[in-house]
């Protein structure tokens, strides 16, 4: 085949374009995958934003991923925070209307961990599963 | 110098609806605002009262007077905080949970108030028993201050929550326990140092305990007479009954002509050494404290003292609009005043 007048050979262009695909999902494959957890505080309680019924509920992760949790405070008049103390990773306290993003890695070690509103953590308090 | 003050602050809520009337003057006189006529209100707007309603997303009065034992949630949420349990001696054991917590309460439309709460609320949950039920606290402090709960009823000096070392510190927890005695309309605080700062930061509820027989069937109604210091001179800048001023002004309670009426009162206004509740139109019967099954008197005007309470009983006659408020005028001015609406209806 001929690209502006040059006479060029498929399989060249086929090497080519191999080499270009792979720089292109570079950036991919080298990043972690990510997970995101929406948290919803209301009545001194995390819940799933999807799940507005269980309270303090189970966030399942899966060892070494990364994790965006966003952290909607819906409890008016009150501040709140999000931490994982294990991780060392915790966001610093919003108020009500406001939402922020924690981003942590999960380490390679399976087991249970805490996490905690640091403020009230006598009552906001739950589990992250790692697997 | 006081009275200056109040006014100034009148104006700049808008506690009093001055503006309006004075633009609304302003214009009819042809003057220009801002000359010193503009701002002496038409004689005729008779606006008392707050301008604007609290959000709704916040406490509800009208739950409020209404509720005990968490019963304003639905069951699955209110079987978080209350739980009861049969015992051998056809008693109940009734088990509570309590926490303080900072929060930002609105107490008058748009005005917040940096408040210390029991579960987030002001007056903190009504707890109700009959005489006999043994009670079970598990309190948690939430706060950034040391807190405690002190019930005013019969209990060891152990469960006082008031004496040296009886503070809960911020994160820790302690149960109080006891059995609900005598029967009568009680309540309880915070006992921590300085007691009327915490008392008037909001950390404080009504504590109703029901005589073994009974009380005859009523609509019952929960009203705790409290005030707001809004900028920390020991003086109350907002009064109300069931903390948002004027809350029953705009959404009046509604009752039924003939049907008997009784009314939990409790006063935890601070810096005021009294309060009262005075009812247009009608009297009512006093059972001060509520530790005696007939009334000391007949009145339409009761005065408490800090912690007293009352139970009053009564039936309205007649349909349609009643006041009642404080009648120290200045805290009725101020937001201690409300409605009854009463409707033809059947009654009980």
New interface residues.
Partial sequence: MSIFGRTVSARAVAALALVMLVVALLPALSNTPTREITLVVRGMTFYLKDDPRTPNPTLEVKAGERVRVVLENQDRGMTHDFAVPAFDAGLDPIDWNETDTLVFDVPETPGTYEYVCRPHRLMMRGTIRVS | MLELTRRAWLRATGLASLAGSVIGGARLAGQTAGSPRAYHPRHDAHVMGTVGRT?A??FNPSAYVRSWNFSELPP??RS?FYRETPRGDGTLLREYEI?A??????IAPGL?FPAWTYN?QVPGPTIRATEGDRIRITF???G?HPHSIHFHSWHPPEMDGALAGQEVHP?E?FVYEFDADPFGLHHYHCHTVPLKRHIHKGLYGAFIVDPKQGRPPADELVMVMNAFDTNFDVENDVYAVNTVANAYVHEPIRVQVGRLIRIYLVNFTEFDPVNSFHLHAMFFDVYRTGTLLTPSEKTDTLMLCQAERAILETRFRYPGDFMFHAHQTEFAELGWMGLFLAEEGRTT
Avoid: M, P, Y
Wanted: aromatic content about 10%; charged content about 40%.
């Fill in positions: 959000s997303a916040g699955d949420e978080r926490f917590v900072d929060r930002e309460i609105e917040f987030g948690k402090n939430l950034t994160g927890t």
